[in-house]
């Protein structure tokens, strides 16, 4: 609602569009499909081309508009809106039950100290950023209604469950430990998801400029979202529970797309490994400890005095070399870049980047100049195609050398000297525009870049991490939480952190195992280590300075706990790879709240410290020092629990032991898990058997095998097997669609008989 609008004059329908015209001003109404409308009031540009989505996806979806009194409504099969003067909108189900309406009352905003009380509290170093009036080009209010719980927004710290807290959205790099009270992290998904109490709706708030939202902590009754600059603009979604808002969510942004299966295996890294001998070092320790290990991470290290798409042979010997001598021992190589290119005349990407106006200039046309890592820099402007395209050539020296994948940070973009001015000039492809504007893009960007390229110069699936991101990175890049610290509440906030992400599109995505910052302990690995065994990105790292974190530094126990969990990964390598498989089509993500398959269950909406994997495993990690057991939530059915395969009903708390070696973790009756011999790296040997974990009950589950690497499977390159576990135990298995080696071997292993 805006009374700036006033009386609601007409209406005009052009194919999808709905052009409500009132006596101030007008809003597009468009039916993007039956359970999708999107909103729109052109206050920035017309004809905007939504980064997050790239283009129209609209679809011939049938709706009828009808015009009453002072009312205009939408109906489509799933969804029925109704405006009315002064733009207030009510959305509708199908069945008439109201999912929200605007807020009609005034905002509570509430002045709480004088300018000297604020003077008082910056002088004793407290942020009163908070306290400042906000800039507001527009603001939506909604109505809160009893029963109803907000998730999703990407990263934010904190809680699963966002009610009652607000946040930004504005790329940050922050050094300080994260908190639930941090309003912005590193990344900027707008999708707010609301689960009511039988039905739900997301909104997908697309605007790139600073914006914040705050979900009844102002005020219980209502939610506001505001946004600096821009469009108002955002697509409705109406479902029945979480699972529906997924999947148009990612309709409108795009799933994950299925990894390569190597990118699934253990990681290990860290900031820094000064040398080859570092590295060789972890390497053959990894090796000797039969601990598997896939990959390991050049941080910023192994570059010349920090630039990017260089090599330093001094520390690491010649080019590819190192590389290739990792590949014979089975590990892939992943190289960090960040975008600062370092200012240094002869530097080949700062003189191509000069000479062909590559980079962000200031407003009076000078290219723009901040620290980072590597000193003075300069900023690529990947607003525009020619230089992504220049960007992503540059990666053929990183291909050539046998880098396998590539990890994008300081993307925000970090800057050491200050935050990028607001005025420093981007470009949005042909339009010129403004770093306010494109700071939430900047990570989008650079990833998407990056995909690109080594889409081009490997043919594989591109493996891509990235620190900053926007809605709709999932397409090109993996994420990681960025840095963290070894605290045990940073290990808790992993369980709501990853699965709001993986509510939000963004199913590959994992924390620093065992903390990036601050100085890990034996127990804080062993309980990282069993908590993150699930997580989609499954990388330990550290940061100079701190206590080395490799499992060998805190003695044999934390070794063995260490092989063990991760083990315990690679024997599910196929399970997970399954869901990345399903999900590149439903969008739902790997790693689960209880929310999203249990909307009924009152005791799940809070619950942060457990999460399923897909939908078989319950994963109920410790996450208190000292603690050896811990209550565990059931929901309703039956579960076994995975290590002495005692069946357990559901929809009630148990007391499970929990010694520093047990993660609990329960697998849900009637379920099907395929299975692989443990290997130190994924190809090792071939993977041609499969073991079917199986808990009693009819079963019926759907597995895919390919080569786990390239595209091929997209022509036909695969097989998708059918096992059907029928009400006398027996395995059928039926071969869907057969384009590639089937298994020589199937077995069926039980737990709980
Ligand atoms: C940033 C990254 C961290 C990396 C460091 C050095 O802090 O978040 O992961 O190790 O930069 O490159």
Redesign the pocket.
Known sequence: MDNRFGKLISYEQNKNQIKVTYANGEVFFTVVKDDIIRVTVPYFCKDYISKAMEQDKSQDAEFSVQKSAEKVAIVTSKLQLVIADNFTTEFYSADGQLLVRDYCGDRTVEKRVSWETMEMLEAEGHDTSNLQEDQIRFQIVKTIEDGDDFYGLGDKSGFMNKKHYEYENWNSDLPQAHNEDFKALYKSVPILMCLKKSAAYGIFFDNTFRSKINLGKENPEYYFYTAEEGNLDYYFIAGTDLRDIVSGYTYLTGTTPLPQMWTLGYQQSR?GYECADDINYVVDNYRKEQIPLDVIHF??DYMEHYKVFTWDEKNYGPKGELFDSLRARGVKPVT?IDPGTKLEKGYFMCDEGTEKGYFATDKDGDIYVNAVWPGDSNFPDFGREEVRNWWADKHQILVDMGVAGVWN??NEPASFHGELPQDVVFYDEDRKTTHAEMHNLYGHLMSKSTFEGLKAQTGKRPFVIT?ACYAGTQKYSTVWT??NQSLWHHLQMMIPQLCNLGLSGFAFCGTDVGG?GADCTPELLCRWIEAGCFSPLFRN?S?KGTKKQEPWRFGQEVVDINRKYIELRYKFLPYIYDLFYQGETTGLPVMRPLVLHYPNDPEVRDLNSEYLVGEAILVAPVLEQGVTRRMVYLPEGVWYDYWTGERVEGKQYILREAPIDVCPIYIKAGSLIPTYDVVQYVGEKPYDRVTLLATPGEARYTHFQDNGEDYAYQEGAYNLYEFVVDESEKLHTNMIHKGYTPYEEITIQWIGK
């Open positions: 900031w941080d910023i960090i940070d300081m620190r960025g840095d990036f790292h940061a």
